[in-house]
């Protein structure tokens, strides 16, 4: 299993400009999520998915778009890059809870991000 | 809302030395609590983990205890390596029949001299 893989690893985008961050899972897993990572800040949520066909916002979700057309695919969308969109992108997934009475956590796995600079 | 705070970084220790990072957490209910840590240049990966109060969890000489009482769960490992040398993120998360959203800290970035 490849887990969860992103494309590109590092992209500079000029005000203005659009751009698709792919996101990919083999793991069959249910939730997806998008996340942004600033220097010295934790990381904060954009987007999340539950299945294929549904998607919510997150806590940062200005600027961003995103679609879950199948389960394994969770590609976010930046429409009009801005400077303030710099930062470390990261896709990650986890899978359906555990049955009724048994434990129920949640790990999330981990792409190994995206370094997205807008000048 | 929820949150959670751990100690500011960095902190800098010798081989073999004792460290603690302290992470605390406000909630509204009875969250799981997570350990994450970051490798250079790598996305995060789960490094221990607790669903309830007074559990400990532990991975690769690293340890945590939920603890509700001082709503903590700081992250200690007797001795560390150079290969320790990472950031770690302290987290927290409801589950249930909903989404799985993680909460989490700044991070505190670690490194180990030899």
């Known amino acids: 299993n490849a887990g969860v893989t992103q494309t590109p690893k590092f992209r500079i985008l000029k005000i203005g400009q659009s751009m698709t961050l792919q996101c990919t899972q083999d793991?069959?897993?249910?939730?997806m999520y998008w996340y942004r990572q600033d220097p010295g800040m934790g990381l904060k949520l954009i987007y999340y998915?539950?299945?294929?066909?549904?998607?919510d916002k997150g806590e940062v979700p200005n600027g961003y778009n995103v679609s879950r057309s199948t389960t394994e695919d969770f590609p976010l969308r930046l429409e009009l890059a801005a400077p303030s969109q710099t930062s470390v992108y990261f896709c990650a997934s986890s899978p359906r809870a555990g049955l009724a009475g048994g434990p129920s956590y949640n790990e999330q796995f981990f792409g190994p991000g995206t370094r997205l600079t807008v000048l | 809302g929820d949150s959670v705070t751990q100690m500011e970084g960095p902190v800098t220790l010798s081989e073999e030395a004792f460290l603690t990072i302290n992470c605390t957490y406000t909630a509204t209910g009875y969250p799981s609590l997570f350990w994450y840590v970051q490798y250079p240049g790598e996305g995060l990966q789960l490094l221990l983990k607790?669903?309830?109060?007074?559990d400990k969890g532990s991975n690769k000489g690293f340890e945590a205890t939920y603890r509700k009482e001082t709503t903590s769960f700081h992250l200690e490992k007797g001795s560390v390596q150079v290969s320790d040398s990472a950031v770690y993120f302290c987290?927290?998360?409801?589950?249930?029949?909903?989404?799985?959203?993680?909460?989490f800290g700044k991070g505190t970035k670690l490194s180990v001299i030899p």
């Open positions: 607790a669903t309830k109060a007074d």
């Open positions: 987290a927290l998360a409801y589950s249930g029949a909903g989404s799985y959203q993680l909460t």
């Open positions: 998915s539950v299945g294929a066909g549904i998607t």
């Open positions: 793991m069959n897993h249910n939730y």
